[in-house]
């Protein structure tokens, strides 16, 4: 998923972090409620796939930015809203980059983010 983005990544500010977090925060709980109204059988078995390959990563206290990208995409297309969906795909790769250059991956902060 992050290679995907590679070739159009925006490099994004650590103020912009800010403000990519706060754009995230409005969108995700809309898209979640979308894909969890408008998701095929197909798709919410994807997206458990792929949530508990994560689970399995987070257990390892080891960390996968390519799953959590994975695991948004995967929400994302499941709302089918085409907007909400390339929207999010516009802001994850700034905010995977970040939260890797930041380290912010660091003292369990992704166990958090996962409960």
């Known amino acids: ?10 490099q994004f500010s ?7 977090v706060e754009v995230r925060a409005l969108i ?7 894909a ?3 998701a095929t059988d197909d798709e919410l078995r994807g ?6 390959d994560l689970s399995r990563v987070i257990a390892r206290d080891e960390v996968s930015l390519e799953l ?17 969906a390339n929207t999010i795909t516009a802001i ?8 890797d250059d930041l380290d912010m991956v660091k ?8 409960t």
């Open 92 to 99: 994850l790769p700034g905010l995977i980059k970040l939260i």
């Open 28 to 34: 995700e709980p809309f898209m979640a409620f979308r």
């Open 1 to 10: 998923c992050i290679n995907d983005f590679i070739n159009n990544l925006v």
């Open 107 to 114: 003292d369990g902060r992704h166990l958090k983010s996962h």
């Open 68 to 84: 959590e990208c994975a695991f948004h995409m995967e929400i994302a297309k499941a709302s089918h809203n085409s907007i909400l």
């Open 36 to 38: 969890a109204t408008n």
């Open 47 to 52: 997206i458990g796939r792929v949530f508990e």
């Open 14 to 20: 650590v103020h912009e972090y800010v403000e990519l």
